[in-house]
Structure formats: C-alpha cells, structure tokens
C-alpha cells in the first residue's frame, strides 16, 4: 500500500504543478502569444510583399536585358556590313523578327555617310499591331534626326545607354524606351546609332498583371484599373508603380499619370514627412521598404513597423532601384489590410493555443501514473544497451500499446545490433575500395587531358592554358589540343550526365577525335564523323555538346564547328561572342549535316571556350553566375592589360569561386583559353 501511495503521490504532484502553471502564465501567454502572432504574420506579410518586389525588378531588368542582348549581338554583324548599306535593312528586321519584346528597331546613320543614299539615311524596322515586322527608312528634313538631343549624346557616348523614355511620335498611349548603342567602323569612328524599342505600356501592362496574381489575404487584392469605387481603391488595393531620377511616373495602373505627372505631386502638400522622404529615396535609387522606423525608447534601440501616408491613403511602401537605369520600382500595400489580417491571426491562435493546452492538461492528469513506472524500467534498459550490453533484460509490459511496441523495437534492436556491427566492418572494407578505384579512375581520367603548360614553349605564334575541374570524382567534360602541319586543333566538350557513364563517353569522345582529326583538317568532318560513330549502339542516349576548331598558325585563320556547346568569347580589341550556328550535340542524330564557319583572329586575340560549369554555376540561393558576368570579367581583365590564356582562366575560376560561395560544386568546371600570337602570318596575308 505504501509503495502504491508513492507512485499516486508523485503523478498528483506533476498534475497539480501542470495545473498551477498553466493558471499563472495562462494570461502572460496569451498575451505574448498575440503580439508576436500579430508580429509574425506582419513580417511575413512584409517578406512575402518584400520577395515579390524583388522579382518584378528581375522580371523588368530580364526585358531590358533581352532588348539589351538583342541589340549589342547584332552590333558585330552590322559593323561587318557597313560596305553593304541594303543588307542593313535585312539586319534591323532580324533584330525586331528575333526579339519579341523590341517594338522598333532603327539604324541612323550621320550625315551624308552613304553619299548615294543623300544626308538622312536610316534603315527602320517597326512590329505593327499584327505582328508583322515593316521595313521602311526614316530620317528626312521634316524629320531631321541629326539634330535631335538624344542623337547628339549618343554619338558622344563610348558605350550603350538607355535613352530617356518618349511617346511614339504623336501617340500618347504607348510610351517607349529605348536602348542607344554607338556603331563605329574600322578606324573606331562611330558613324550610326543603333536603337531598339520597348514598350513601356508592355511593361505597365504585365505589372497589372502581375498584381492581380498576389494571393489575397484578409481582403487584400491588386490594383483594378477598372474599379469605379475611388474610396475601395484608395483604402484595399495592392498596386505597383514605376519612377525615373527625376521621380516622372513611368509605369503606373492609372495611364494618364505616366510621362505626365511626378511622384512629389502625390507627398509635397502631405504632412506625413516619411512619404516624401520615401519619394526622395526612391528617386536617388536606393532600396528599403518604409515599413520599420527606428526609435529610441529607455535607452533601448528598437524598431518598430510604420505606415506612410501616400496616394491619399495609409499605406506600407516597398521599393528598390532597377540596376544600369536611374528607375525604381514601387509596391503600395494597404496598411489597414494588413495590421487587420495580422490581429486577426493573433487572436485565433491564443483561442486554439488555449483549446490545446486545456487538452494537454487533461491528458497528462490521466496517463502520468500509468505511463511512468514501465517507461522508467525501459529507461534504465536503454542505458545498458548504449553502453554496449546488448544482452540487457528488456522490462515485461502486460499492455500491448505504444510502450510495448517501443519496447518490441528495443528487443529488435538488440538483436540486429551485434548484425549490423558485423556488416558495417564489411561495408567499410568495400567502400574504402570502391573510393580507391575512383581515385585510380580520376587519375587515369586526368592523365587523358593535356596538363603541361605551357605546351609549346618554343613557338612565338600561340598560348594555351586550360583547366577541369569534375564536379564529382570523375567527370564527363573534356578538352584536347596538338599541332599538325602547322594548324592547331583543339576541342572542348560537355558529355550529358556525370560520374562513370560520362567519363566514359568523354574518353570515347576525346580518342574519336584525336583519330578522326588526324586524318582531316575540316571541323565539321570531324564532328560528323565522331556524331556517326557515338550515335552507334547508343541505347543511353548520351549525347555531347562540343566545339571543335582548326586554327592556322600562319595567318591566324580559325575554321570552327559548334555541336550545341556554348559559343566561346573572343577577347582581343574587345570582348564579344564568336557567332556559331544551332548545330544539335553529338550522338543524337547519326546523319546530322554540321556547319562549317571560319573567321579570321587578329594578332593578341584569345578565343576563351568553356562548359556550362561556369556560367551555370549556382550559389546558395540557385542564382547562376550567367554570361553576363562572364563577359565582364573578360572585359575586366582585358582592360588591366591581362589579356593571358593563364590569367584569364585562373581568373575566372577565382570569380566564380567567390559568386558560389559556400555551395556545392553542381557541375564539371572547364576552361581552355588560346591566344594566337602571331604578329607577321595576318599582315603578310593583307598586303
């Protein structure tokens, strides 16, 4: 009797101490529990709002950059074709039939530039409301370009810009901006500018868009343009909105706004200063969200988040500036929806935490004392196998419920224990193996790549420098290089896949193309040859993207073939990417017919070729370090004057190192970089 009162004494001690607790702190509780629930969903409110400024500022700076991309890669072609001024209306239609967000495309020339073609010549190219691309040529003396501002800054520019936006012609419902690059000719004279449209009423329109798919909460929804309820506009609506330096609405729900009234219009006579201090920050491109206010309470910082008064209505203000533009991008988010949906929230959670614990309260009062003997013999069970003593006597339970099965799986345990040691010293044994043959097979795999360098030490014609680096033990990229009959032939690939199967493909891969090209100097023969042997018994379905070209030593003449692989970038008077045809990748289809291109490298030029390891490369947050990066750095190392096949594979790999970060390795890394450095085979071929 007296060891039963123990147990019973014990179970009412925890359920009366239970009790108390829950009375005391039931009010403290519910208390904190509202606060930081109201607080909580304000911050994720505020991230979630936060988040989706962000990606409208990518989705907007993606349309410049298409726009942008669009027009600098046909800026080599169209200096290539400044002998053939017909040719140049072919061009401008090809930029506008290629590049869906460009609205217009023009090439103005200065004055008299083409004698025979008269003062004004330039050739235009416009997409109509049918989608039809419509080549004309403007430029006359009604309208005399030569003169216009912006025609005059942007032949003073030494690079690309984006012009002031503008309506089209008369029309004052389609504002455009548009991308300004200067064209020079042999002697580096810029003698056109090269200009490409996009609508900003495109832009406006895919923004409402966007708003109108925000997931709606506690009665928050996005701007209706069409909503005649002024009051129900002002007071619920999530709307975004876009400003220049200047703060002129450039983008904004309400159209009559945009090119024509300013955001000050909307803060200066508000006695909220916040709201023109946010003005003033948006206009000098900074990037915040007025939502948090510091203050200084009892010598304590803290923070504490604050609505503006803007656009005649409470409301919490994101913001962040469009990178290369002097734009920023708003988002106007209703406070009242908000700080409503968020109490809201509080209140049923303290409702739901206090049903829970009432719940909690009454289960412990009735299981402690049945559950707490058998779980303590288990206990001290456990700790006998921990120590190693598996063969413990398990406690006997005379109920067949959780503890039994708990205690079922102790006996289990014990049992495959002593199993499992065994088996683990053997799968240690064959993984240390395994983890040897894939050592042994990296080195070979290695071994297959050239990696003396420099390879030619003797020759004054070229440099060579290149890298892999597998993503795992072994790899499926390649590169390969040698000399025969004074042509260097070289090679870089990229087999789909990684591990083994890969590796296997790029030796297949690299021996194919050491036997073939030793038998013919034609790129596309060789990758055909190679697509027709890998395309065999491929049950697999491997395929390998790959570049192959021939370089002539003497004059610098470079025959190339692209199969799918990355184009590789040219670095000598500046930075661009060597034009390759759409060839699909090797072993995919057996009768192929590949493309043969050549182009003719200047003394000092670098052909840099690389696998999608490195403009593919992910950080932490699966950002890529994209071509745009790795066209700058290209440009970054040209202008330090380190223009070397080493320095500018060394330093890539530094920058892309420093973009990813933290984050694993997720793809091979491959670079090869050949500088012809042959100052006479060019100009004797020349003169």
Not at 433 to 442: C, F, G, P, S
Not at 538 to 553: C, P, Q, R, S, Y
Not at 596 to 620: H, K, M, P, R, V
Not at 670 to 682: D, E, F, S, V
Request: proline share 4%.
């Amino acid at each position: 009797m007296g060891k039963k009162r123990k147990i019973r004494s014990f179970s009412s001690r925890l359920t009366g101490w239970i009790m108390l607790m829950m009375l005391i702190t039931m009010g403290f509780i519910s208390y904190v529990i509202f606060e930081a629930a109201s607080s909580m969903i304000k911050e994720e409110e505020f991230s979630r709002y936060e988040a989706y400024l962000d990606s409208k500022v990518a989705e907007i700076r993606r349309a410049l950059s298409d726009v942008y991309v669009g027009t600098a890669n046909h800026v080599p072609e169209i200096e290539q074709n400044l002998g053939n001024p017909d040719r140049l209306y072919e061009i401008m239609k090809q930029v506008v039939d290629l590049n869906p967000r460009i609205n217009s495309c023009g090439l103005s020339f200065v004055a008299n530039y083409y004698p025979q073609k008269g003062r004004w010549f330039s050739p235009y190219a416009s997409r109509s409301d049918s989608s039809k691309v419509e080549v004309t040529t403007l430029g006359s003396a009604d309208n005399d370009y030569l003169s216009a501002k912006w025609f005059e800054e942007a032949l003073e520019a030494k690079e690309g810009f984006w012009s002031k936006p503008f309506f089209e012609g008369n029309d004052s419902t389609k504002p455009l901006v548009a991308y300004l690059c200067p064209i020079r000719d042999r002697s580096g004279r810029t003698v056109a500018i090269l200009g490409a449209d996009l609508s900003l009423d495109w832009l406006r329109l895919k923004m409402l868009e966007s708003d109108r798919g925000i997931m709606k909460r506690g009665g928050i929804g996005p701007l209706d343009p069409n909503d005649t309820n002024t009051k129900r506009r002002k007071r619920w609506l999530v709307y975004s909105f876009l400003v220049d330096g200047d703060g002129t609405y450039l983008m904004h729900p309400e159209q009559d706004r945009i090119l024509q009234k300013n955001i000050f219009e909307y803060t200066k006579n508000d006695p909220d200063s916040l709201s023109t201090n946010m003005a003033r920050e948006m206009v000098a491109g900074e990037k915040d969200y007025i939502a948090k206010n510091e203050k200084q309470e009892d010598s304590i910082d803290e923070e504490e988040y604050e609505s503006v008064v803007f656009d005649g209505r409470s409301s919490y203000m994101f913001y962040a500036p469009i990178k290369f533009t002097d734009w920023s991008l708003g988002l106007s988010v209703p406070a009242l929806g908000i700080n409503i949906f968020g109490a809201a929230v509080g209140g049923l959670l303290i409702f739901l935490i206090a049903i829970g614990l009432l719940v909690v309260f009454l289960v412990c009062h009735f299981t402690i004392r049945r559950i707490t003997k058998p779980l303590k013999q288990l206990a001290a069970s456990a700790d006998e196998v921990a120590k190693g003593n598996f063969s413990t006597p398990l406690p006997t339970v005379k109920h067949n419920d959780e503890i039994c099965l708990l205690r079922n799986s102790f006996d289990d345990m014990q049992q495959s224990l002593t199993k499992y040691i065994d088996e683990l010293k053997t799968t240690t044994a064959s993984k240390a193996a395994i983890e040897n043959e894939l050592r042994v097979a990296h080195d070979i795999q290695m071994s297959m790549l050239p990696k003396i360098f420099p390879p030619y030490p003797e020759r004054d014609d070229v440099s060579i420098f290149g890298s892999l680096k597998p993503a795992k033990d072994v790899g499926g990229d390649l590169f390969d290089f040698y000399i025969r009959d004074n042509h260097l032939f070289f090679c870089i690939g990229d087999v789909s896949g990684k591990g083994i199967p890969a590796s296997l493909v790029m030796a297949v891969t690299r021996s194919l193309f050491r036997n073939i090209s030793s038998h013919t100097s034609e790129p596309n023969q060789i990758v055909g040859t190679l697509n027709q042997s890998l395309t065999e018994g491929n049950e697999k379905n491997m395929f390998v993207t790959l570049f192959v070209g021939v370089l002539h030593l003497e004059d610098g003449k470079l025959q190339y073939c692209n199969a799918g692989h990355d184009a590789p970038l040219l670095i000598g008077r500046g930075v661009g990417m060597l034009p390759c045809d759409p060839n699909l990748p090797v072993g995919v289809m057996a009768d192929w017919q590949y493309s043969l291109q050549e182009t003719f490298l200047d003394s000092q030029t670098t052909i840099f070729l690389y696998t999608d390891g490195l403009n593919e490369a992910e950080d932490i947050h699966h950002a890529q370090y994209g071509n745009e990066r790795v066209t700058t750095m290209a440009e970054t190392l040209l202008k330090e004057d380190r223009n070397q096949p080493q320095i500018i594979v060394d330093g890539m790999a530094q920058a892309v190192r420093a973009f990813v970060g933290e984050a694993e390795q997720s793809d091979d890394l491959t670079m090869l970089a050949i500088k012809y450095t042959n100052t006479h085979g060019r100009q004797e071929k020349q003169q």
